[in-house]
């Protein structure tokens, strides 16, 4: 009979354990503009390549975003704010538990010009 508590005690420390683990990563960074000043109210769009999804997040007030809870993969990172040009960076790839900080360096441009950098 003890063994059988035992075991039933193992089983729900390793099912605690499982439950704990960490399938995601996140995706961070500031958006600054050409002086080094924090760039407000930005929108970052993150896309997940392979199944093409998006999901856009809001600099705040210090230019900073924060995009938790991303499936491992390959995403596109891009900026766009009004008064300067749209960043796009490509090619970046996301690992399990991972905090990948991509920073933008903005620079004053019309809206219909893009700037791409692929990893």
């Known amino acids: 009979m003890s063994s059988v508590i035992r075991l039933l005690v193992l089983s729900c420390v390793a099912a605690g354990l499982m439950l ?3 399938t995601t ?3 961070l960074g500031v958006v600054l503009d050409s002086s080094g000043s924090p760039v407000a109210g930005a929108q970052v769009t993150i896309t997940e390549i392979e199944k093409n999804t998006s999901q856009t997040y809001t600099t ?3 230019g900073a975003f924060n995009a938790p809870f991303l499936v491992p993969g390959t995403y596109t990172v891009s900026v766009e704010v009004k008064g300067f040009k749209k960043e ?5 790839t996301l690992q399990v538990d991972q ?3 991509i ?3 903005l620079t004053v441009g019309q809206v219909t010009e893009t700037v791409t950098v692929t990893a």
């Open 103 to 105: 920073d933008f360096n």
């Open 88 to 92: 796009v960076r490509s090619g970046i």
């Open 20 to 22: 704990g683990q960490v």
């Open 25 to 27: 990563g996140t995706i």
């Open 99 to 101: 905090k990948a900080r």
């Open 60 to 62: 705040d007030a210090a």
